[in-house]
Structures are given as structure tokens and as C-alpha cells.
């Protein structure tokens, strides 16, 4: 999408993803930046430190990055349905049921990593083959109105939020 995509309203997402929606100021952009960021966070990262949890309880950091593909793969299907015009309300997820069913601890940090890549060049595809008509679209999702230029904003937040939780609280520990 070559124009900027304006900041959706307050009508146009549930009022949980304002968390995601204020951290981003062009989706596109922070989209194709954040596999950057990632990268450079994660660059010196083992696979041994790859399972720190900075508290009891707390997914590790492989969990974390399979939570996130996991939540655009969703967040993108969502914004594929809305966009062609399915009025169908789509359900929610339990995000703490996913990631211990995702085996992330078992994994190489690398295929996680090439996961991440693919998940995101799918997304970054799909939003840029929309029409701007299409990003005003709106539906229903977890119970709550959303349309598809709300889902590109909280698909770029959500991942700005965890690149965040990363810098902040996981990182500091492996200093």
C-alpha cells in the first residue's frame, strides 16, 4: 500500500487492542521492520538461552515468539475474512492454551526463526494485495466489532508489544 493507512477509530477494535493500537504509527512500515529488530535482539541468543523465563510461570523466550506467529497467523486470517466480505463472526482463542501445546521449548531457536519469516512475509503480502476499500471493512471477532485497517494496526502492535516485553524484561537477564 503505497498511501499511509489512517489510524483506525475507537469503534473499530475491541477496546483490550488500544494496548497495540497506540504503539503503532504505520503498520506497513513497523511490519517490515520488526523482523529487523527481531533479528538484531535475538542475534548472539543460544538455543539454551532461547528458554529463559524472567519469572515463574512466564513463557520462555521461544514460547514467546511462537505465541506471536501463532497470534498473526490468527490475526491475519481474521483480516482475510473481514476483507473479502465474510460477515461470519469469528471466534476467539486462548492464547494460554496454545503455547503449551505449541512444543516451542523443543524446537531449534532457528526453526522458530524461519517460521517467524514465513508467517511474516505471508502477512505483509496479504495487507499489501488489499484495496483501500478493503481495509474498511468490518466484522466481528471475539465477540467484538473490528475492521481490517483496526487488524493491521494491532497486528503491528501486538508485535511491538512483545518486542517490548523482550528488550525490557527477557534480555536484561542474559547481561
Known amino acids: ?13 475491541a477496546p483490550y487492542y488500544h494496548t497495540y493500537v ?9 511490519l517490515r521492520e520488526q523482523p529487523i529488530q527481531l533479528r538484531q535482539l535475538l542475534a548472539s541468543l543460544t538455543d539454551e538461552q532461547s528458554l529463559l523465563r524472567y519469572a515463574p510461570g512466564k513463557w520462555s523466550i521461544k514460547e514467546s515468539l511462537v505465541h506471536m506467529i ?11 475474512r473481514i476483507a473479502r466480505g465474510d460477515t461470519t463472526a ?27 519469516d514465513a508467517v511474516r512475509a505471508a502477512t505483509l503480502s496479504l495487507l499489501e494485495s488489499l484495496r483501500p476499500q478493503d481495509f474498511e471493512r468490518r466484522g466481528t471477532a471475539s ?11 494491532i497486528l503491528a502492535g501486538h508485535e511491538a508489544h512483545h518486542l517490548g516485553i523482550l528488550q525490557e524484561r527477557y534480555l536484561p537477564l542474559l547481561a
Open 70 to 80: 501463532d497470534t498473526e497467523r490468527i490475526f491475519a486470517y481474521r483480516a482475510l
Open 1 to 13: 500500500m503505497s498511501t499511509p493507512l489512517a489510524r483506525p477509530a475507537a469503534d473499530e477494535y
Open 22 to 30: 497506540r504503539l503503532v504509527e504505520d503498520p506497513f512500515r513497523q
Open 143 to 153: 465477540n467484538n466489532p473490528v475492521s481490517v485497517r483496526a487488524m493491521a494496526y
Open 90 to 116: 469469528l471466534p476467539g482463542f486462548e492464547q494460554n492454551d496454545y503455547v503449551p501445546a505449541s512444543g516451542a521449548d523443543d524446537r531449534p531457536l532457528s526453526s522458530i526463526l524461519t517460521e517467524y
